[in-house]
């Protein structure tokens, strides 16, 4: 039998789809043979690679992340596992959260409640937001006095009418998830700078309300990260929270 397969061959070895095979070609993540015709053909060394990629992908790593490694350039590979694990972990997390709402909503029907999908996706709502609630007053009331929260919430009707919680929280994901992807970065160059300001700017809803104890509650909280990070995950790595702790201080050097 030849070690030499088409990418037919290849697709059913792999599970992988042809078009998946061309992408992954095109991403630079694997290199198979041309004929003169224009044919792929992969070798063996071809089909190992693929088997690595899909065992890194069902580690959750990002293709992004597969070709650095693969291309053997320097990657911090303890901190990309350690932020993969709490990536499972608040998975679990959210996966025991979603257990527990359809377990209360079975029980209600169990006792013959009627329970139709309006009613269920309220109680799964307003158990998602209890449970958040909980999770993270249970650590921030560590770290932020009851006075500092008092005045807080006496502040928030001040929040624009039209805030968008959601959206919000998307455009945190995405910067934080960008600042992650670059770093390491000079504290003091340009591109740092560049995400400080972007920092600041989606910051900035939050700072027109927060009192300056909340704000120092908030900012010691991040600051010992490591202290409770076990406990509920984190929105961002700390490496992205001391990232902007460093730019922070070398502007006012």
């Excluded at 995405?174 to 000079?186: G, K, N, S, V, W």
Aim: glycine share 6%; hydrophobic share 45%.
């Amino acid at each position: 039998m030849t070690d030499i397969l088409d990418i037919a061959a290849i697709a059913r070895a792999t599970g992988l789809t042809s078009r998946a095979l061309r992408f992954y070609e095109a991403r630079g993540l694997v290199a198979p043979l041309r004929t003169a015709s224009g044919r792929r053909l992969f070798g063996p060394a071809e089909l190992a690679r693929l088997h690595e990629l899909l065992a890194l992908k069902r580690a959750g790593l990002s293709l992004a992340q597969i070709k650095t490694l693969f291309d053997g350039r320097p990657i911090d590979l303890g901190a990309l596992l350690r932020a993969q694990i709490a990536a499972i972990d608040a998975q679990a997390q959210e996966l025991a959260q979603a257990r527990s709402h359809l377990e209360t909503a079975l029980s209600r029907i169990d006792r013959g409640e009627p329970l139709d999908a309006a009613t269920l996706c309220s109680l799964i709502r307003s158990g998602e937001s209890m449970t958040m609630q909980e999770e993270w007053k249970a650590v921030s009331g560590r770290y932020i006095s009851a006075q500092a929260e008092a005045d807080f919430a006496e502040t928030m009707p001040n929040m624009p009418a039209d805030f968008d919680q959601a959206a919000y929280s998307a455009q945190w994901a995405d910067l934080t998830t960008r600042i992650e992807a670059a770093l390491p970065l000079d504290p003091a160059s340009a591109a740092a700078g560049a995400f400080y300001d972007e920092w600041q700017a989606l910051l900035a809803p939050f700072t027109a309300i927060a009192t300056p104890a909340m704000m120092e509650g908030v900012t010691r909280m991040y600051d010992h990260v490591d202290e409770w990070k076990d406990e509920r995950h984190p929105p961002f790595a700390s490496a992205v929270w001391d990232f902007i702790r460093s730019v922070g201080a070398a502007r006012q050097m």
